[in-house]
């Protein structure tokens, strides 16, 4: 049984594809076979995010028209061997993808076998969000504690309960879960950001995970290693239990208070 | 109250001109209607260089059929032509029944070019070298992530980088006077003679005629050279430029 995750969040910036490859990393990682792919058409970044982007040669634009087959698209990661993800096309505009044609790449990694399909949205409302969420079974809300973000998302909730396939034929809807990242619990303290409980009371959703601000995300973007599996960073182990909470376990939210030194080393040193 | 648009006001330009002029079409000669046979012909075809056959118009030529097809026999073949990616716009054919296929398909009949027509040779002509004459296309600003420059029936010189994700394509040769970092695709119509060149190597793929490396890695004895690229048989090689 498949399941098909959508990892969006309305706005840019607040790390939708830093979220996509560490879920999708922290899936294949406790043994499930994951393709993520990118449907940010012409402003392609997974790859980058995810170290293959020379290793790019058909896109997830060529596999709709037909120039290659998925299997020829699909590109293995050399870290987990049951990962695999799917390039958009940089040099092509949103409109090369079409409902059907996502459609049919998806049925074909269904009939694969895959367990999971992550499907990084773009930013904004327009087509390459509204297929990426359109198929999907649950969604990974990406939100950061700031009123524009929470709008944003917001925004997103609704279409998520009106605009997917699962809302439409009404077969108990889309399953939301929120994730706040970059949450910095000193500016929480002094009032300067919004609190987990804010954006919770607002958003009216539960939080599959808290990922602290942490300097480890931009490292790992820039190296191309996806932060979860930088196994010595607080946002890589936030990410890992709210992979954990995915799948169902029960963990209780960490890094929600400012770390204190010599306690934290003790806990997570080593 | 609306106000008239701006051409109005000028002196009226004419909405159209209608002038004679000549393209280059690709011929499809059709030597049988199985329709599975064209398509698979034509899918391999059109793999062999996407750039240069997809969703080109294309011209039936139904004179070396050697009989009048019938309409119901037609429409599958462009059905197969059109699955391969290739979009017919005319026909080719001196039998009196081409008027009825052209009223019944919607598509002009062409005048047949009788110096090509009889010689039995491949379906598409491949290896159309860059020989037009025209001068190379010249790319000054930088070929930009996303962006993709192609120069048709001539050679490529770009004075700036390309980007990664950026695409220089020439069916010709490419020369890139500034860092390589995206896709150089030379002698995309299959001219096997074509050359990459560039000042500073960091590709992510090279292509000459088809035959394409991707660099997963850049070897250390090219990275950040002059270099260039070219087929030697079916063996794309490449070697640092100058000494």
């Keep these: ?270 | 109250m609306m106000t008239k648009p701006v051409e109005a006001a000028a002196a009226p330009a004419p909405a159209i001109d209608v002038r004679f002029g000549q393209v280059g079409l690709i011929q499809v000669r059709i030597r049988s209607t199985d329709p599975g046979a064209i398509l698979d012909e034509l899918t391999g075809r059109v793999a062999s260089a996407p750039l240069f056959f997809q969703r080109t118009g294309v011209c039936l030529d139904l004179t070396v059929l050697g009989r009048e097809p019938q309409v119901e026999e037609m429409r599958p073949v462009m059905d197969a032509v059109r699955r391969a990616g290739m979009l017919p716009v005319g026909l080719v054919g001196e039998s009196a029944a081409m008027e009825s296929l052209s009223a019944a398909l919607e598509l002009p009949v062409l005048a047949p070019f009788r110096g090509q027509a009889q010689a039995a040779v491949p379906v598409v002509q491949p290896a159309e070298r860059a020989e037009s004459g025209l001068p190379a296309l010249m790319q000054h600003q930088p070929v930009r992530s996303g962006q993709r420059v192609y120069a048709r029936s001539r050679d490529l010189v770009v004075t700036a980088t390309v980007g990664a994700g950026a695409e220089a394509i020439a069916d010709g040769c490419v020369h890139v006077y500034g860092s390589l970092r995206g896709r150089a695709v030379a002698g995309a119509r299959g001219d096997t003679g074509a050359r990459v060149f560039c000042q500073e190597f960091r590709a992510e793929l090279v292509s000459v005629a088809g035959v394409f490396r991707v660099f997963e890695t850049l070897p250390p004895e090219l990275a950040g050279k002059p270099v260039q690229a070219w087929l030697d048989g079916d063996d794309l090689r490449f070697a640092p430029l100058g000494g």
Excluded: W
């Excluded at chain 1, 590109?75 to 049919?104: C, F, M, N, P």
């Excluded at chain 1, 191309?224 to 169902?248: K, M, Q």
């Design chain 1, 1 to 270: 049984m498949t399941e098909i995750i959508v990892v969006t969040s309305g706005k840019g910036g607040v790390g939708k594809t830093t979220t996509s490859a560490s879920v999708a990393c922290g899936l294949a990682r406790r043994g499930k076979r994951v393709a993520v792919i990118d449907f940010d058409i012409g402003l392609r970044n997974l790859d980058l995010i995810m170290g293959c982007e020379r290793r790019v040669v058909y896109d997830f634009v060529n596999v709709i028209q037909g120039d290659c087959t998925l299997k020829q698209a699909l590109i293995r990661d050399k870290r987990l061997e049951t990962l695999h993800v799917l390039a958009a096309s940089q040099t092509r505009d949103k409109d090369a993808l079409t409902a059907e044609g996502v459609r049919r790449v998806l049925d074909e990694l269904i009939a694969d076998g895959f367990d999971y399909i992550v499907c990084d949205s773009p930013a904004g409302i327009e087509k390459g969000a509204h297929l990426a969420m359109y198929y999907a079974d649950r969604a990974v809300v990406v939100v950061n504690p700031e009123v524009s973000s929470v709008r944003d998302s917001d925004r997103i909730l609704g279409l998520l309960a009106s605009k997917t396939q699962r809302a439409e034929q009404g077969n108990g809807g889309v399953k939301e879960h929120l994730l706040l990242t970059r949450y910095n619990p000193r500016r929480v303290a002094s009032g300067e950001m919004m609190s987990v409980d804010d954006v919770k009371e607002i958003l009216g959703l539960d939080v599959i995970g808290v990922v602290p601000e942490s300097p480890d995300v931009l490292a790992a973007s820039n190296s191309g290693v996806p932060v979860i599996l930088n196994d010595e960073s607080d946002a890589s182990l936030a990410y890992d239990d709210a992979v954990a909470r995915l799948l169902g376990e029960n963990l209780p939210l960490r890094f929600l208070e400012e770390p204190k030194r010599g306690f934290f080393a003790r806990m997570f040193g080593g």
